[in-house]
Nanobody, 128 residues
């Protein structure tokens, strides 16, 4: 079982950057796929990006070119680098993990139901 803790959120002006971290505790983190989701006020939680155990990456189309997901297995951490932030990026950002062997298909990494483990979230606020 893995436990996740997000950090790196905060207040930033539009056009700025933030790097979120998802630190994991537990064995064999390198065997997990990790996703980032976000939930804006009054809206449902939506997919942002995901990375497989082998480093394959997937993004929501609206984040491509602005956000980058990466992992450092030696540090048990997955990062989400967010550039050119917009006010509509304001949300609570969550990371989630699932054993790669349990992933039905890489397309399923875009779905909340695919993940068994979730962090508590970190707030990102982008001021215009």
């Amino acid at each position: 079982q893995v436990q996740l803790a997000e950090s790196g959120g905060g207040l930033v002006q539009a056009g700025g950057s933030l790097r979120l971290s998802c630190a994991a505790s537990g064995p064999d983190f390198s065997s997990y796929a990790v996703g980032w989701f976000r939930q804006a006020p009054g809206k449902e939680r939506t997919f942002v990006a995901a990375i497989t155990w082998s480093g394959g990456t997937y993004y929501d189309d609206s984040m491509k070119g602005r956000f980058t997901i990466a992992r450092d297995n030696a540090k048990n951490t997955v990062y989400l680098q967010m550039n050119s932030l917009k006010s509509e990026d304001t949300a609570v950002y969550y990371c989630a993990a699932e054993l790669q062997d349990k992933v039905i298909a890489t397309s399923a990494l875009r779905e909340e139901y695919e993940y068994d483990y979730w962090g508590q979230g970190t707030q990102v606020t982008v001021s215009s």
